[in-house]
């Protein structure tokens, strides 16, 4: 007579499953409250990666290359001052001129000290997410661009950039609501990217 392998879980004596195992190990864990902005959203996995080594300051901003020997300097390439995650996304005088142009992600740049606060307090939901990656994320390119090929982007290159993304993750959006203002957003960044 065979009896048939059921495996009990010594927590609550029910069978052992994936899930049970799992929230088992991992019980003990704090939620992560910016998870939801970074993991719940319409751009690609390789962005949603970049805001959060962007969140926890682990961009290889110049500071943190100067300080692993990989440059020369920890200044901003656009400015003296220290190339922080939070300087050269909120506060360098290179990108007052983006967060001027668009207004209705942040209205006063000035208040944010984190790139928490672009959010916000309230829970945000997955197109505005998206929107503040897609402009993360471009600027982390023009950045980019200057470090490491010294080309001084203008900022309408970063408006065109962020239609263009904004045009290709709508297509990650089953949600018609959703797929109109991301697309919304698209013609704004492109109106933006062509004075």
Known sequence: ???????????????LTTKSAYSTAFEHLQDVPFATPTWKNYSTNRCRMFLWLADRGRLFTNQRRFRKGLASSDSCPFCPSAETTEHLFLHCPSVSSFWM?????????????????LWGGAPVGK??????????????KRRNTKVFRNI????????????????????????????????DWAVMFAHLGSH
Do not use: Y
């Not at 007579?1 to 069978?15: C, E, G, Q, T």
């Not at 197109?127 to 982390?140: D, E, F, P, Q």
């Open 1 to 15: 007579m065979n009896k048939p392998d059921v495996r009990i879980a010594r927590v609550d004596s029910r069978p």
């Open 101 to 117: 142009a668009v207004p209705a992600i942040q209205g006063d740049i000035e208040d944010c000290t984190k790139l928490r606060d």
């Open 127 to 140: 197109v505005r997410s998206t929107i503040i990656i897609c402009a993360l994320w471009n600027l982390w």
């Open 152 to 183: 001084d982007e203008p900022m309408q290159l970063v408006f065109r950039r962020c239609a263009e993304d904004l045009l290709l993750w709508n297509h990650r959006c089953q949600k018609q609501p959703h797929k109109e203002l991301i697309h």
